[in-house]
């Protein structure tokens, strides 16, 4: 069974930085396709950044040049690393992963102030 812990979400001021963590279990982890969503309030959850298998990392127009996506495959942890935040990123962050099927962490909040 796949398990998801996500970590790193908080409150931040507008221009500031957070990094959430994605620790994954039960996968083969350098093969599989995962990324971060993002839910605000009212609106649908929508993608962020994610990294197929191949290694290949698509961005959200949103977010390009702001957030970075990586993974370190020794510790099977996926990072969002968020600059330059905006009020318009807060939300509830969630890990995603695809093994055999698909799985989501329980989310993380981040809030960005204005």
């Known amino acids: 069974q796949v398990r998801l812990v996500e970590s790193g979400g908080g409150l931040e001021q507008a221009g500031g930085s957070l990094r959430l963590s994605c620790s994954v279990s039960?996968?083969?982890?350098?093969?599989?396709?995962m990324g971060w969503y993002r839910q605000a309030p009212g609106k649908q959850r929508e993608l962020v950044a994610s990294?197929?298998?191949?290694?290949?990392?698509n961005y959200a127009d949103s977010v390009k040049g702001r957030f970075t996506l990586s993974r370190n495959v020794a510790y099977a942890t996926l990072y969002l690393q968020m600059n330059n935040l905006k009020p318009e990123d807060t939300a509830v962050y969630y890990c995603?992963?695809?093994?055999?099927?698909?799985?989501w962490g329980r989310g993380t909040q981040v809030t960005v102030s204005s």
């Open positions: 995603n992963v695809f093994w055999r099927r698909e799985f």
């Open positions: 039960g996968s083969n982890f350098r093969i599989t396709p």
């Open positions: 990294i197929s298998s191949e290694g290949i990392t």
